[in-house]
């Protein structure tokens, strides 16, 4: 059974760093693109960042240039390193697996960790 366990959310003030981390089993996780989304209370879940099978990586205006995505295949996991973090990135962040091929396509997600950003 396929999982994304995320970990390293929290409660941070404002200016702080956190680290955010999603390990994968029982996929072949190095085939597969990586991304971190969240959802903010009362909001609409939104792209954070996204990192290819190849490491090509692509950010959310919001975060860019303070947050950064990486993966460690031997690990299956993926990180998102926060930084500058802002009361408005105050959100539940989950993990996403994603993996298009001719013939199937699979999407998977983790059960979310809540980021709380203190002014």
């Known amino acids: 059974q396929v999982r994304l366990v995320e970990s390293g959310g929290g409660l941070v003030q404002a200016g702080g760093s956190l680290r955010l981390s999603c390990a994968a089993s029982?996929?072949?996780?190095?085939?597969?693109?990586m991304a971190w989304y969240r959802q903010a209370p009362g909001k609409q879940r939104e792209l954070v960042a996204t990192?290819?099978?190849?490491?090509?990586?692509n950010y959310a205006a919001s975060v860019k240039d303070r947050f950064t995505i990486s993966r460690d295949n031997a690990k299956n996991t993926v990180y998102l390193q926060m930084n500058s973090l802002k009361p408005e990135d105050t959100a539940v962040y989950y993990c996403?697996?994603?993996?298009?091929?001719?013939?199937?396509?699979?999407?998977?997600w983790g059960q979310g960790t809540q980021v709380t950003v203190s002014s």
């Open positions: 029982e996929i072949i996780f190095s085939i597969y693109t």
């Open positions: 990192i290819t099978s190849g490491g090509s990586t």
């Open positions: 996403n697996a994603r993996y298009s091929g001719i013939y199937y396509e699979y999407d998977y």
